[in-house]
């Protein structure tokens, strides 16, 4: 289940279900979103991007949703294998000349085999 | 391809002391970031280039920070006098275009002692 720790909410799941990580962006005026990987140690990887005019978009096992009308982003991982087990940070890009990604707090996931 | 590269991966200092920190964004991208991560928390932007130029500095602490991308390729960023509130990681990013899609280093961990 879902639980807010000391730092970063985290997520654990069983090894072969299916992950779903929240995000809330800020500004309605973002037209662009990323989610990144951040394994321990190492810089944030880009996983799959969405824009504005999108409601879903399916990578390899990801498939980002996002809902415009409550400012709601959604990642979700098919069949998680422990290689998921990292921090994954939302991204918004208010656009309109920013060219600014501002990051939201990060949701540690913990894949137990 | 060569991902974006940083150096030191690892840096300790003492308090007061000068620092400095290497990127090599990716070939051909225009844009470069210098971004800050404290523990547990998400990257926050400190300085954003186009070429050689800084189109976004609002968020770097001028009165001990500087960053230079002098022939609009690599890029440096310097702390002088470090203090111990600076101790986190700094991570370069670089895009393609302005579309926001940033691609990471590893990041440069300071400890300041």
């Known amino acids: 289940g879902e639980s807010v720790g000391l730092h970063l909410p985290t997520l654990s799941v069983q090894e072969g279900d299916n992950s779903i990580i929240n995000c809330a962006y800020s500004n309605s005026a973002s037209d662009y979103f990323i989610w990144y990987k951040q394994e321990s140690g190492k810089g944030p990887q880009f996983i799959i991007d969405?824009?504005?005019?999108?409601d879903k978009r399916q990578g390899q096992r990801v498939t980002v949703l996002l809902n415009k009308t409550v400012k709601h982003l959604s990642l979700q991982i098919a069949a998680t294998q422990p290689g998921d087990s990292a921090v994954y940070f939302c991204?918004?890009?208010?656009?309109?000349?920013?060219?600014?990604?501002?990051f939201g707090k990060g949701t540690k996931l913990s894949v137990i085999p | 391809e060569a991902g974006v590269v940083q150096s030191p991966r690892y840096k300790i200092i003492e308090k007061k002391q000068p620092v400095a920190f290497w990127c090599n964004p990716i070939?051909?991208?225009?844009?470069l970031y210098w971004y800050l991560q404290n523990l547990g928390q998400g990257p926050e932007l400190l300085i954003r280039y186009e070429n050689e130029e800084a189109v976004d500095d609002s968020q770097l602490p001028k009165d001990r920070f500087s960053a230079e991308r002098l022939k609009g390729v690599d890029s440096t960023l310097k702390i002088q006098p470090a203090e111990l509130g600076d101790s986190a990681v700094y991570l370069c990013a670089s895009s393609l275009d302005q579309s926001g899609l940033a691609f990471f280093g590893q990041g440069t961990r300071l400890t300041v002692v």
């Open positions: 070939s051909g991208h225009n844009t």
């Open positions: 991204a918004e890009n208010v656009g309109a000349g920013s060219y600014q990604l501002t």
């Open positions: 969405i824009r504005s005019n999108m």
